[in-house]
């Protein structure tokens, strides 16, 4: 049993309304900026593979390893967010990123240095695990799940990096992508630590890291949570990573044209989380679920017909887009409500992981299926059915659970 120890309420009279768009700029502006560094090494990928002459394969792995620790990672720092506060953690992730981006950008050479580079790049993925309980702890239940959405669209960070890395590092240099990002992140780290500032009646978990760790999978919510982000969340993150392949071998489109299009599916979905999170706060997030798995079932079985790209094929994946965004969340504001307060951090930690993990997957069964049958079809009945069993799951199990309120 984790023990909490809650300041005197007294305290809670110094909290401003007013600070809360502030906090949630702050702890968005930190999520883009530390998603910015965490994606820098993608659409460097196949300029690494030619510079070091990489095999298919080993820059598949340059490019994944951020994407796996980042993720993993969201397990301790979650937990640590709920005993330190953001204050804290936002401001010192920020820092040790810095890291990594000046190690990659200046002195990382060969496939081993990449690889150890890419392993402490994966720092700036933990960040999500900051924020969504600091966001949590400002927001009052019935506006949680927009506040929660408008955080999570900084993920958009990653839409950054696939903008502006590879143009920077073409016309200004290729170190550069690296040196601007670690000078970002060391001003946000300033700025963070001089006006962030928990909430002063926020409760402390108590107990050790592996305690609080351990005891969040006990809780009933954190599976049935995990499951949903791996669906929502993950199938955004696979599609962000695996369309332009998609659409080129499908489509026969230029490299070009699929990564414009990819950047469409990308921000599109950035722009529907915040949504789905405020559709649940007037819906609820349960009801919100079962509609946007229900439509990502419908569009990924319409997608496996092949169909043209133009219109119905854009139409499919623009529409899986928003789903998905407006599926990871709905889930967010699911936790705000399954979990209770002083555990928020370690959940999201366990949560988000699952998401990370959730996207790892999905393109390797893709190319999978494309390998065996030249075509991508099976690869998305399965996506349909995936969702289709999600969106079951959600309206009976969830359901229930989220009838029943907080537990643990």
Same mark, same amino acid.
């Given at each position: 049993?984790?023990?909490?120890?809650?300041?005197?309420?007294?305290?809670?009279?110094?909290?401003a309304?007013e600070?809360?768009?502030?906090?949630?700029?702050?702890?968005t502006?930190?999520?883009?900026?530390?998603?910015?560094?965490?994606?820098?090494?993608?659409?460097?990928?196949?300029?690494?593979?030619?510079r070091?002459?990489?095999?298919?394969?080993?820059?598949?792995?340059?490019?994944?390893?951020?994407?796996?620790?980042?993720?993993?990672?969201?397990?301790?720092?979650?937990?640590?967010t709920?005993?330190?506060?953001?204050?804290?953690?936002?401001?010192?992730m920020?820092?040790l990123?810095?890291?990594?981006v000046?190690?990659?950008?200046?002195?990382?050479?060969t496939?081993?240095q990449?690889l150890?580079?890419?392993f402490?790049?994966?720092?700036?993925?933990?960040?999500?695990?900051?924020?969504?309980?600091?966001?949590?702890?400002?927001?009052?239940?019935?506006?949680?799940?927009?506040?929660?959405?408008?955080?999570?669209?900084?993920?958009g960070?990653?839409a950054i990096?696939a903008?502006?890395?590879?143009?920077l590092?073409?016309?200004?240099?290729?170190?550069?992508?690296?040196?601007?990002?670690?000078?970002?992140?060391?001003?946000?780290?300033v700025?963070?630590?001089?006006?962030?500032?928990?909430?002063p009646?926020?409760?402390?978990?108590?107990?050790?890291?592996l305690?609080?760790?351990?005891?969040?999978f006990t809780?009933?919510a954190?599976v049935?949570?995990?499951?949903?982000?791996?669906?929502?969340?993950?199938?955004?993150?696979?599609?962000?990573?695996?369309?332009?392949?998609?659409?080129?071998?499908?489509?026969e489109?230029?490299?070009?044209d699929?990564?414009?299009?990819?950047?469409?599916?990308?921000?599109l979905?950035?722009?529907?989380?915040?949504?789905?999170?405020?559709?649940?706060?007037?819906?609820g997030?349960?009801?919100?679920?079962?509609?946007?798995?229900g439509?990502?079932? #419908? +569009?990924? @079985?319409? !997608?496996?017909f092949?169909?043209?790209?133009?219109? &119905?094929?854009?139409? $499919?994946?623009? /529409?899986? %887009?928003?789903?998905?965004?407006?599926?990871?969340?709905?889930?967010?504001a699911?936790?705000?409500?399954l979990?209770?307060?002083?555990?928020?951090?370690?959940?999201?930690?366990?949560?988000?992981?699952?998401?990370?993990?959730?996207g790892?997957?999905?393109?390797?069964v893709?190319?999978?299926?494309?390998?065996?049958?030249?075509?991508?079809t099976?690869?998305?009945?399965?996506? #349909? +059915?995936? @969702?289709? !069993?999600?969106?079951?799951?959600?309206?009976?199990? &969830?359901?229930?659970? $989220?009838?029943? /309120?907080? %537990?643990?």
């Amino acid at each position: 049993m984790v023990s909490t120890q809650p300041t005197p309420p007294s305290a809670s009279k110094r909290v401003a309304p007013e600070g809360n768009t502030l906090m949630l700029a702050l702890a968005t502006l930190g999520f883009v900026v530390t998603f910015w560094a965490w994606a820098l090494l993608g659409p460097l990928g196949p300029s690494l593979r030619d510079r070091l002459d990489l095999t298919v394969n080993e820059q598949a792995i340059v490019v994944a390893v951020p994407v796996i620790v980042g993720s993993l990672g969201r397990i301790p720092v979650g937990a640590l967010t709920d005993r330190l506060g953001a204050r804290v953690m936002f401001p010192t992730m920020s820092l040790l990123t810095i890291l990594p981006v000046l190690y990659l950008g200046h002195l990382a050479d060969t496939y081993a240095q990449l690889l150890i580079g890419g392993f402490f790049l994966g720092l700036g993925g933990t960040t999500f695990a900051i924020g969504i309980p600091f966001v949590n702890s400002w927001y009052p239940p019935r506006i949680r799940g927009a506040a929660l959405g408008v955080f999570g669209a900084g993920m958009g960070g990653t839409a950054i990096a696939a903008f502006t890395t590879v143009p920077l590092a073409d016309n200004v240099g290729p170190s550069f992508p690296f040196t601007l990002v670690a000078i970002v992140l060391a001003i946000y780290a300033v700025v963070g630590w001089l006006l962030l500032r928990d909430r002063p009646d926020r409760t402390v978990a108590a107990g050790s890291l592996l305690s609080r760790t351990a005891s969040t999978f006990t809780l009933p919510a954190t599976v049935p949570l995990a499951l949903l982000y791996a669906v929502s969340f993950g199938g955004f993150v696979a599609f962000s990573v695996y369309l332009p392949t998609y659409l080129r071998n499908a489509f026969e489109l230029s490299q070009s044209d699929a990564s414009y299009r990819t950047a469409g599916f990308v921000l599109l979905a950035v722009v529907a989380r915040p949504l789905g999170g405020w559709l649940s706060d007037r819906l609820g997030p349960v009801t919100v679920l079962v509609w946007v798995f229900g439509a990502a079932a #419908a +569009l990924a @079985a319409l !997608a496996s017909f092949e169909f043209a790209l133009v219109p &119905v094929g854009t139409v $499919a994946f623009l /529409g899986l %887009a928003a789903a998905l965004g407006a599926g990871a969340g709905a889930v967010f504001a699911l936790v705000a409500r399954l979990v209770p307060t002083e555990r928020v951090g370690s959940v999201t930690g366990v949560v988000g992981a699952a998401g990370g993990l959730g996207g790892f997957f999905p393109p390797l069964v893709m190319g999978a299926f494309y390998s065996a049958t030249d075509s991508y079809t099976w690869g998305l009945i399965l996506l #349909a +059915l995936t @969702a289709t !069993a999600a969106c079951v799951y959600t309206a009976t199990v &969830v359901r229930r659970q $989220a009838a029943s /309120g907080p %537990a643990g």
